[in-house]
């Protein structure tokens, strides 16, 4: 019990030590942030810090890993929707999650001298391409379509939609542009009778996560029956 207890209370001081350091890090930026400004936000000893982590560029990466850390989301029958619900839900959690917040702002820090940010681009590319590889082995996209290009072409204009929307807006649109931008991108990518099925609504993120967290309702999938894809 003792043992249980206090790895617990480990757990504990690591998730307040992450959230303390993305409170710091989005205020402040990477290279202005300290330890010792962690420290007085998260109200823990310097040795508590350093029992979890090495440095400061070791809590950067906790916190960098947290855009990644998704609610596991329903599998569709088209994965097209699979792409537009990671998405959606991004958005949602970059307007009420701090701590997605802060890694986004660390993500595309230019004065995070000597933090290797790479990591989140790359991985948010490997899982479009993923699910656009799903996508065109189900017989959901045009030809011409190069699931490479089409994968980074997506976190790239999404980093730069997001950006836009919290300077002008503090992200309150960001639900907005980002249905904006998949209805725009998604015609030069797919095949008509599937496009027809997709659902691009801007609270589309809002609606999976609020019935990802009701034991008793199912997630929403599509709002009609999907038209077969052609192969």
């Known amino acids: 019990m003792a043992r249980q207890a206090r790895q617990d209370r480990a757990i504990r001081t690591r998730k307040i030590l992450v959230e303390a350091a993305a409170t710091v890090f989005d205020q402040r930026g990477y290279e202005a942030a300290t330890i010792g400004e962690i420290i007085s936000t998260a109200g823990v000893t310097k040795g508590a810090l350093y029992f979890h982590f090495a440095s400061k560029e070791e809590l950067a990466f906790a916190v960098l890993d947290a855009q990644l850390e998704d609610e596991p989301l329903p599998e569709q029958p088209l994965k097209l929707q699979q792409l537009i619900d990671s998405g959606m839900v991004l ?34 590319s490997a899982q479009n391409l993923q699910m656009l590889t799903a996508a065109r082995d189900n017989g959901e996209l045009l030809p011409h379509v190069v699931l490479e290009d089409t994968a980074d072409m997506f976190v790239g204009a999404f980093a730069g939609i997001q950006a836009m929307s919290q300077t002008l807006a503090d992200r309150e649109d960001l639900g907005h542009r980002t249905a904006v931008l998949f209805s725009h991108v998604l015609p030069c990518i797919t095949v008509p009778a599937v496009l027809a099925s997709l659902d691009m609504s801007p609270d589309r993120g809002e609606r999976l996560l609020a019935a990802n967290r009701r034991d008793d309702a199912p997630l929403p999938e599509l709002t009609e029956e999907p038209a077969a894809a052609p192969r």
């Open 91 to 124: 958005s949602h959690r970059l307007r009420h999650d701090p701590l997605v917040r802060a890694s986004v702002r660390l993500t595309l820090d230019q004065g995070a001298s000597g933090l290797d940010r790479r990591g989140p681009f790359l991985n948010w």
